[in-house]
């Protein structure tokens, strides 16, 4: 069983949420809905309408998001120029790249996020000196025979994170002993 470090990792608090998403909630699109055309799994063809500025979809008549439009419903005119669906994630990337673009220009960096990265590295120098971190160090040290993983040359002297996906409850498989010099390359490719 994994032990989890007592002092759980900081979350995003409401005044924490990056002002960026505020500020796209408060931006409405004009939805501009086209007759999206999908192709089903079992080779049947539905349309759905989908705005063709943000991504988003509704239904037929209104209703809720999602329902198909009866084949009866359409034109031979929107069947034929009905977009293709698959491109609805593209659509919606970028808006919100638009989105991005538009508060970056008005208000530059997101100090939200710039808040929260601060509030990690504090916990996690806290963590690292914590019993259980010791302990799966240890236990990383001990798998590798004291040997770098990076190299397999020189001594291993401290553990990387491959991801900090479960940073404080982490499996022993997300770390590696490394010795400083690979430890300070593999970081510098990681962080630009």
């Known amino acids: 069983m994994i032990e989890v470090y007592e002092i759980q990792k900081p979350g995003l608090t409401n005044s924490d949420v990056p002002a960026f998403w505020k500020f796209a909630n408060s931006k409405n699109c004009i939805h501009n809905f086209v007759v999206g055309k999908l192709e089903a799994s079992n080779g049947t063809i539905q349309y759905r309408r989908i705005c063709d500025i943000c991504g988003a979809v509704t239904g037929y008549k209104g209703n809720y998001n999602g329902t198909a439009i009866p084949h009866a419903a359409l034109t031979?005119?929107?069947?034929?120029?009905?977009?293709?669906?698959?491109?609805?994630?593209?659509?919606?990337a970028e808006y919100k790249?638009?989105?991005?673009?538009?508060?970056e220009a008005?208000?530059?960096?997101e100090e939200g996020q710039a808040r929260y990265r601060v509030?990690?590295?504090?916990?996690?120098?806290?963590?690292?000196?914590?019993?259980?971190?010791?302990?799966?160090?240890?236990?990383?040290?001990?798998?590798?025979?004291?040997?770098?993983?990076?190299?397999?040359?020189?001594?291993?002297?401290?553990v990387h994170h491959?991801?900090?996906?479960?940073?404080?409850?982490?499996?022993?498989?997300?770390?590696?002993?490394?010795?400083?010099?690979?430890?300070?390359?593999?970081?510098?490719?990681?962080?630009?």
């Open 119 to 158: 509030k990690f590295w504090e916990w996690y120098s806290v963590y690292l000196s914590s019993l259980i971190w010791q302990r799966r160090r240890q236990a990383v040290m001990r798998r590798a025979r004291g040997i770098c993983e990076a190299c397999q040359v020189a001594s291993a002297t401290e």
């Open 76 to 92: 031979y005119e929107e069947k034929t120029n009905a977009i293709d669906y698959r491109r609805r994630d593209a659509i919606k």
């Open 97 to 103: 790249a638009r989105l991005h673009e538009e508060y």
């Open 106 to 109: 008005l208000f530059g960096v």
């Open 162 to 192: 491959l991801t900090y996906a479960h940073v404080g409850r982490e499996p022993l498989f997300e770390l590696v002993a490394v010795c400083t010099k690979c430890h300070e390359q593999i970081t510098g490719w990681d962080r630009p």
